[in-house]
């Protein structure tokens, strides 16, 4: 079983991608995790907001594996504490299954993107720039690793 963060953005600050690669290097090989960035539609003062998020979707759903459970991150979802993103990476790994987590673009993810997600998840009712996410995501699954095997980084 593969984790795949598929997240629309190129070009992340240094900091952002430290960051992230620290957590994800933690976690070992039976749930590891992999990133993709997907190119950005080109936006510009007369863009169609509309379009961009359009071809964001289309390249996200064109990076999906075949099968794959697809998670969307959507200020609408279900916010789930850390203990049940444990429950579901016990889950995920007992399926067999690669799992995607998604995050959008600049103005969410397209409607053929919510459609095609298994679960829409929530991080916070706070508005999170998108590339603070794959920092937030990468610890959070480390984090719910932790708890599966009574690793010490949780001390709730």
């Known amino acids: 079983m593969r ?15 430290k960051g992230y690669r620290d957590y994800a290097q933690r976690l070992p090989h039976e749930c590891r995790l992999e990133l993709t960035e997907i190119e950005p ?3 510009g003062k007369n863009s169609d907001l509309a379009r961009a998020k359009q071809q ?4 996200l759903l064109k990076a999906l594996p075949r099968d794959a459970l697809v998670i969307v991150l959507d200020e609408h979802g279900r ?13 995920w790994m007992q399926s067999g299954r690669d799992t995607c987590l998604l995050i959008g673009g600049a103005d969410g993810h397209a ?5 095609r997600a298994d679960a829409r ?11 603070l996410v794959r920092v937030l995501i990468a610890e959070q699954l ?5 708890l599966r095997v009574n690793h010490p980084y949780h001390r709730a």
């Not at 409607?111 to 459609?115: D, G, K, S």
């Not at 998840?121 to 590339?131: D, E, G, I, N, R």
Request: proline share 5%.
């Open 79 to 91: 916010e789930l504490a850390s203990t049940d993103w444990a429950r579901e990476l016990g889950v």
């Open 142 to 146: 480390f984090r719910a690793w932790s």
């Open 121 to 131: 998840w929530s991080l916070s009712k706070l508005t999170l720039p998108h590339a």
């Open 111 to 115: 409607p053929e993107v919510l459609a």
């Open 41 to 43: 539609a080109q936006r």
């Open 3 to 17: 984790i795949r963060l598929l997240a629309v953005g190129t070009r992340m600050p240094d900091w952002i991608e």
């Open 56 to 59: 964001e979707g289309e390249r």
